[in-house]
């Protein structure tokens, strides 16, 4: 199939995913969004969100009308990281013998990931990174396509191990979870407390979705999109030439390279499920919150203003 093929199939395909997902999930369209475009580009994603918000039911019914295999962990403060990846037993022969654990898989839900140990952390994270993991001195590639979704709970932050900024910087996006409207919270109640069960159907298969990540990378972005996307993440730099005021004032630390990369990547993404063959500036600015906001720390003077990130990124764009 040619490439404009491909992106017709594709924008095809993704309505009809969401018409998917939309049986079970009510609302929270900006949130599968950005979750499809991790997916679709090769990213991680992390979902902040109080609880009840049908996170973990969220990504069960994406891997679902993706078609891929799905595991949840839940994240403890007692949860090793041979709980995550496996470990080597003796068999009845006496050998070693490689168990696997959750973590091969192609969608992995980390529930709240900021409950376990910075050493539980970073068992994952070098799942995420390399998609591939050493037990023993042996490499295991994990199967592809590999999706991680950690989810983290805002408000208790009693027994929490924050992640750091250099993993946080892993994900390819934040995406926050708000309460539904008034209209869609009465559709979830009629829908949740009767005998009505919908059936999700898997539209793609694990080989289709690496090929759209290969047709991702292959769409071509014009020299000037790809500098306002520099230029954007270079402005996030308090000690940065480009650095306005309100970053000077308000933010410690910016965004590093991996977040250019990341908005040209979505950008990309964003383009192509809504039809078009290469990103410009508007699809830049469609992803900007979700990439920037947990690649920016703020100041007390920020947090004392009450002044967010988004604040922050809205004065930016």
Same mark, same amino acid.
């Given at each position: 199939?040619?490439?404009?093929?491909?992106? &017709?199939?594709?924008?095809?395909?993704?309505?009809?995913?969401?018409? @998917?997902?939309?049986?079970?999930?009510?609302?929270?369209? !900006?949130?599968? @969004?950005?979750?499809?475009?991790?997916?679709?580009?090769?990213?991680?994603?992390?979902?902040?969100?109080?609880?009840?918000?049908?996170?973990?039911?969220?990504?069960?019914?994406?891997?679902?009308?993706?078609?891929?295999?799905?595991?949840?962990?839940?994240?403890?403060?007692?949860?090793?990281?041979?709980?995550?990846?496996?470990?080597?037993?003796?068999?009845? $022969?006496?050998?070693? !013998?490689?168990?696997?654990?959750?973590?091969?898989?192609?969608?992995?839900?980390?529930?709240?990931?900021?409950?376990?140990?910075? !050493?539980?952390?970073?068992?994952?994270?070098?799942?995420?990174?390399?998609?591939?993991?050493? /037990?023993?001195?042996?490499?295991?590639?994990?199967?592809?396509?590999?999706?991680?979704?950690?989810?983290? $709970?805002? /408000? @208790?932050?009693?027994?929490?191990?924050?992640?750091?900024?250099?993993?946080?910087? +892993?994900?390819?996006?934040s995406i926050f979870l708000d309460y539904p409207s008034f209209q869609e919270e009465v559709e979830v109640v009629k829908n949740t407390t009767t005998d009505y069960n919908a059936e999700v159907n898997s539209l793609f298969t694990a080989e289709e979705i690496v090929e759209i990540q290969q047709l991702v990378r292959k769409v071509p972005v014009a020299d000037n999109v790809v500098e306002y996307a520099?230029?954007?993440?270079?402005?996030? +730099?308090?000690?940065?030439?480009?650095?306005?005021?309100?970053? !000077?004032?308000? /933010?410690?630390?910016?965004?590093?390279?991996?977040?250019?990369?990341?908005?040209?990547?979505?950008?990309?993404?964003?383009?192509?499920?809504?039809?078009?063959?290469?990103?410009?500036?508007?699809?830049?600015?469609?992803?900007?919150?979700?990439?920037?906001?947990?690649?920016?720390?703020?100041?007390?003077?920020?947090?004392?203003?009450?002044?967010? @990130? &988004?604040? /922050?990124?809205?004065?930016?764009?």
């Amino acid at each position: 199939m040619s490439d404009v093929k491909s992106v &017709e199939a594709l924008v095809d395909k993704y309505a009809l995913l969401r018409k @998917e997902i939309s049986k079970v999930i009510i609302g929270q369209d !900006k949130v599968v @969004e950005e979750v499809l475009i991790s997916i679709f580009s090769g990213g991680h994603a992390l979902l902040i969100g109080v609880p009840g918000l049908a996170k973990t039911l969220l990504v069960n019914t994406v891997s679902k009308a993706l078609g891929l295999d799905f595991n949840r962990i839940q994240f403890t403060p007692d949860l090793m990281p041979s709980d995550i990846l496996g470990a080597e037993i003796l068999d009845e $022969n006496r050998n070693f !013998k490689f168990i696997k654990g959750p973590v091969f898989s192609n969608i992995i839900l980390a529930d709240e990931i900021n409950r376990t140990p910075p !050493k539980t952390q970073a068992a994952l994270l070098e799942a995420m990174q390399e998609k591939s993991v050493t /037990i023993a001195g042996k490499q295991y590639q994990l199967a592809k396509p590999y999706f991680v979704l950690a989810t983290q $709970n805002p /408000i @208790e932050q009693e027994g929490t191990y924050p992640l750091p900024e250099a993993q946080l910087d +892993r994900f390819m996006f934040s995406i926050f979870l708000d309460y539904p409207s008034f209209q869609e919270e009465v559709e979830v109640v009629k829908n949740t407390t009767t005998d009505y069960n919908a059936e999700v159907n898997s539209l793609f298969t694990a080989e289709e979705i690496v090929e759209i990540q290969q047709l991702v990378r292959k769409v071509p972005v014009a020299d000037n999109v790809v500098e306002y996307a520099v230029g954007l993440v270079a402005k996030t +730099r308090p000690k940065g030439p480009q650095a306005p005021q309100i970053i !000077k004032e308000y /933010i410690d630390w910016g965004a590093g390279p991996r977040a250019s990369q990341n908005l040209i990547l979505a950008a990309k993404t964003h383009a192509l499920i809504n039809g078009k063959f290469s990103p410009d500036i508007e699809n830049v600015q469609a992803v900007a919150y979700g990439i920037l906001r947990h690649r920016m720390v703020r100041n007390y003077k920020a947090a004392a203003e009450g002044l967010t @990130e &988004e604040d /922050i990124i809205k004065e930016l764009l």
